[in-house]
């Protein structure tokens, strides 16, 4: 199984930081990363898909960027609205697995 | 598009119990269902797929005997059945659409508690 080391494991920014969090996979997954959006009681949100395309909706503040095996994603710009945990999940190999998470929180 | 799952559920231990999952807004056979375990404070566990067009399944080996996936395409609704449960099953579990390769759209989650 590829294996995601996501970091950091939590976070807390002040409003309108810059944000940066990492997603290692253990093997090349050729771009083949998404990132999620877990706010607290609520259902996982898809931000970004093939490392750096924003889902339609999802504020410009957010990016994705990476190759190989490292990628990240950025908040520009950090809002209250953006407290939440967010996952990487990598789709280019069954099983598809996840990202151990970032809680991220507002300082 | 909305995926609506049925509710929590409490089960004892060594019973199993079924989850659904109602899709709605688009062609239920155009898009594979997959489900997703997150343990309380967890990380999220890919169980498996179903492609609701020809009942193809393609599961986690870690759930392989553990889940099984079906699907009703009359009411557009997909199953996941969890047998033998144990403590360790106690999960939220979600339903989520596959658009190419990422999740579009989530269900609510179905909340398992499994306790005697």
């Known amino acids: 199984d590829i294996q995601m080391t996501q970091s950091p494991a939590s976070l807390a920014a002040s409003v309108g930081e810059t944000v940066t969090i990492t997603c290692r996979a253990s093997e090349n997954i050729y771009y083949s990363l998404a990132w999620y959006q877990q706010k607290q009681g609520k259902s996982p949100q898809l931000l970004i898909y093939n490392a750096n395309s924003l889902e339609d909706g999802v504020p410009s503040r957010f990016s994705g960027s990476g190759s190989g095996t490292q990628y990240s994603m950025k908040i520009n710009s950090m809002q209250p609205e953006d407290t939440a945990t967010y996952f990487c999940k990598q789709a280019y190999d069954v099983p598809w697995t996840f990202g151990g998470g970032t809680k991220l929180e507002i300082k | 598009v909305q995926l609506q799952q049925s509710g929590a559920e409490l089960v004892r231990p060594g019973a199993s119990v079924k989850i659904s999952c109602k899709a709605f807004g688009y062609t239920f056979t155009n898009h594979h269902i997959n489900w997703v375990k997150q343990r309380p404070g967890q990380g999220l566990d890919w169980i498996g797929y179903i492609n609701p067009y020809n009942d193809y399944t393609s599961y986690n080996q870690k759930f392989k005997g553990k889940a099984t996936l079906t699907v009703d395409k009359s009411s557009s609704t997909a199953y996941m059945e969890l047998s033998s449960l144990t403590s360790e099953d106690s999960a939220v579990y979600y339903c989520?659409?596959?658009?190419?390769?990422?999740?579009?759209?989530w269900g609510q989650g179905t909340t398992l508690t499994v306790s005697s």
């Open positions: 989520a659409r596959r658009r190419n390769w990422d999740f579009d759209y």
